[in-house]
């Protein structure tokens, strides 16, 4: 009897203790929640420009759980990138070192459920795209004209400009507001001179460009420089000679107009539009001292003066074999020219009852001859002579009479 009891107090014992074995069993396992794999997702896209503003998604589903409950850890390349409650991680204005390799991690709140990884994701940050500027010139002249070009390596379009003069600490202000991508200097001066650099921006991706390479515009001082050409390659001008004086400007040479002066005449002598002022048959009133101004605008440069020499045209002598003969007596001319000079052609003269000095003969050797003289052979003779280079011709000859 009494073992029956001790049998029937142990089987009690035994159930009740399997029935709170269930009991705990079942309260743990109301505790546990199963958690799906996250999904990262990456906005705009994987593959951003720089500048861009890129939002990561982590997203896990859970029956038991609400969003709220649940703690996602953003990753990058085995580095805790944040540690956040809600679902989004926001890179603002990625830059290349945020390039890498991305995943995201879930778990609950109240560590009832495993700790779940999502996929990983490449981001790829692409470089801004490159600005090139290119002048026109990079060495001009007061006044030139000169023009910048910025171009944005790549097919994107909608740009604006940003215009950069680094300044004398090396920094890069923005001098202008232009926002075209061609900036202009009508008329340069010597502040225009220094390094320039421009860049790009827009509202959609990509946002900006990279700044472009510096490039160094250097504006000089303009001289004008008034030129004298002769005929001769000594330099040497003789009456009839054509001269060009030519008023030189350093730089580009257009828009400009000039103007030839001689010192002597208070009005400019010639303005013309072309740089080269021509006197076709130089006398010796030509002679003095000339300067020229290159003008544009309000801009002008002149000249130091230069002289023009003008020679007087060699003198021809005649001279008769004789001055005094007889009828069927033979007589000669001689002409000679002063000077060096050769090539010369003659020319022979004698005077009229006018007084006129009449071109007689045109044989055109320096000896004229007379086989045998008449009566009318008798008057007053000349001679002179001209030749194609310079000089172009001789002063007549003193009259001979015969």
């Known amino acids: 009897m009494q073992t029956s009891k001790l049998y029937l107090l142990l089987c ?23 958690l799906t794999k996250p999904k990262l997702t990456v906005s705009p896209s994987e593959t951003v420009w720089e500048g861009d503003d890129v939002t990561l998604s982590c997203k896990s589903e859970s029956k038991q759980l609400e969003q709220t409950k649940l703690i996602y850890t953003f990753y990058r390349e085995k580095e805790p990138r944040s540690q956040i409650i809600l679902q ?14 991305y995943w995201c991690m879930v778990e609950a709140k109240e560590r009832t459920a495993e700790r779940k990884e999502s996929d990983k994701v490449q981001v790829t940050v692409n470089e801004s795209p490159m600005a090139t500027l290119t002048p026109s010139n990079t060495y001009v002249y007061i006044g030139d004209r000169v ?31 232009f926002t075209e991508n061609t900036y202009k200097f009508e008329a340069v001066t010597e502040s225009d001179s220094g390094v320039y650099l421009c860049s790009a921006y827009k509202a959609d991706s990509p946002h900006f460009s990279k700044n472009s390479s510096a490039v ?10 008034l030129e004298m050409k002769a005929e001769r390659t000594d330099g040497k001008i003789f009456e009839g000679d054509q001269v060009s004086l030519q008023c030189q400007v350093i730089g580009n040479p257009v828009g400009w107009t000039y103007e ?24 010796l009133s030509h002679r003095g001292e000339y300067w020229c101004k290159a003008v544009k605008g309000t801009l002008y440069f002149s000249s130091s003066p230069v002289p023009l020499q003008v020679s007087e ?15 069927g007596d033979k007589v000669k001319l001689d002409c000679k020219i002063d000077g060096s000079f050769t090539g ?6 004698k005077r009229d009852k006018k007084a006129r000095d009449e071109h007689f003969e045109k044989f055109t050797e320096n000896t004229y001859k007379f086989e045998a ?11 002179s002579a001209y030749k194609a280079d310079s000089p172009h011709f001789s002063k007549n000859s003193s009259a001979v009479t015969v």
């Open 12 to 34: 009690l014992v035994a159930v009740m203790t399997s029935a709170q074995n269930e009991r705990n069993t079942s309260n743990v396992s109301s505790k546990k929640t199963e």
């Open 313 to 327: 045209s060699p003198m021809a002598t005649l001279t008769p074999s004789n001055p005094y003969v007889y009828i």
């Open 260 to 283: 030839l002066y001689k010192t002597t005449d208070k009005n400019q002598y010639e303005t013309k539009a072309e740089s080269t002022f021509t006197i076709s048959s130089a006398s």
């Open 344 to 349: 010369w052609k003659y020319r022979w003269y």
């Open 216 to 225: 160094t515009v250097t504006v000089e001082g303009r001289t004008a420089k």
């Open 88 to 101: 989004e991680n926001k890179i603002l204005s990625i830059q290349q070192s945020h390039a890498g390799m």
């Open 373 to 383: 003289v008449t009566r009318s052979d008798s008057g007053v003779y000349l001679c």
């Open 147 to 177: 023009k910048l070009d910025c171009k944005i390596d790549g097919s994107f379009t909608g740009w604006k400009y940003r215009w950069y003069k680094r300044d004398k600490k090396a920094r890069d202000e923005h001098f202008e507001k």
